[in-house]
């Protein structure tokens, strides 16, 4: 997993990580993972975390985000972004609890 520095702005780290093949948006939905524009919907144990990106106000408690990089069993390749601290959304914190950290490439499940 890649440190979660240097990039100054939440817009930045997104287009950061899209230039790099994180197209997709993802969304909590129903204990899963829904791919945006896809469709596809994915189980904790169907994806990691590649990386992630903090972004904590310095004045305005509604400016602490996270962007975190995901990647699924399947290939696809995308964003989560939720806010942290009172404004978080508890569907993905509870569903990002249950999803792996990646560490090295065989860190991706298989599923077999």
Not at 18 to 31: L, S
Not at 56 to 81: F, H, K, N, Q
């Amino acid at each position: 997993m890649q440190p979660s520095t240097e990039i100054a702005t939440l817009a930045s780290a997104v287009d950061d990580l899209t230039a790099r093949g994180f197209t997709e948006q993802f969304m909590p939905a129903n204990d899963r993972l829904r791919a945006v524009t896809s469709g596809g919907t994915f189980r904790a144990t169907e994806v990691v975390i590649t990386e992630y990106h903090r972004f904590e106000g310095v004045s305005d408690p509604g400016d602490m985000s996270i962007v975190y990089a995901i990647e699924t069993r399947s290939g696809i390749r995308g964003t989560l972004v939720d806010a942290f601290g009172v404004y978080a959304d508890p569907r993905v914190g509870a569903f990002v609890k249950e999803v792996a950290l990646r560490r090295t490439r065989q860190d991706i499940p298989s599923g077999r």
